[in-house]
């Protein structure tokens, strides 16, 4: 550890105030660059969220250590961390097209309280470096994670009259490294003839051609149409 934060690792109002605004601090850094890109929780999101941990962390060990109470430290500390994982499940949100946003935010939101955690537990050292390491994550990796191609998800609508098809739909998806990621069969029954429909949410490892694979999937016997959805 660096000795240069031995004379804060006791409790007392010196230390105390110097564990809050040195959580406020890295609170503020993190909820800045969130900020910055207009995500649901930011500046003061990251700051109170930081100061709350610190204060939780401090209170345990000033009820073990200055009170001499039968208390458990890190208790009120892994209450924390379960309350962060409910604050950051809210700027998780799902939009029309069912991708997900807001997972690196909530990611960010819990690793800032624990970095709070550790700050007001007085290990500096670690809080401050898990705050560099979060902003780092999130503003030079986010770049790199641009750069990772990705290829869209896209679901399509199957109607078919004979059992097999589906069987035979899938595995022609499975050839050609498309992973099937969801699955919802629908029963179906017209006045001319009984036939079933699944809703199929399909995610290819590289490029495609979505018409082509319509029409081959359309080709497939017992298939009555495909369409996307």
């Known amino acids: 550890m660096l000795s240069v934060f031995d004379s804060f690792r006791s409790i007392n109002f010196v230390t105390v105030l110097f564990r809050m605004l040195l959580a406020t601090a890295c609170g503020a ?16 999101t990251h700051i109170l969220v930081c100061i709350g941990a610190a204060t939780a962390s401090m209170t345990g060990h000033y009820l073990y250590l200055n009170l001499h109470l039968p208390a458990d430290m890190t208790r009120l500390g892994a209450q924390v961390i379960t309350g962060l994982g409910f604050l950051g499940a809210g700027t998780i949100l799902v939009t029309n097209k069912g991708s997900v946003k807001g997972l690196t935010t909530a990611a960010g939101l819990w690793a800032s309280g624990v970095a709070g955690l550790a700050i007001g537990g007085g290990f500096y050292e670690g809080g401050i470096v898990a705050t560099v390491l979060i902003l780092l994550v999130e503003t030079v990796f986010s770049k790199i994670g641009k750069r990772i191609r990705h290829f869209p998800e896209f679901r399509i609508i199957l109607y078919y009259n004979e059992k097999p098809a589906l069987d035979h739909m899938m595995r022609y998806c499975k050839d050609l490294g498309i992973t099937i990621t969801g699955l919802q069969i629908t029963g179906t029954v017209s006045e001319e003839q009984s036939f079933c429909s699944a809703l199929i949410s399909l995610r290819p490892d590289s490029s495609i051609d979505e018409d082509s694979l319509l ?15």
């Open 215 to 229: 029409d081959r999937i359309r080709a497939l016997s017992g298939v009555i149409m495909a369409e996307s959805a």
């Open 29 to 44: 850094l993190i909820g800045l660059e969130r900020s910055s890109k207009n995500r649901p929780a930011g500046f003061r």
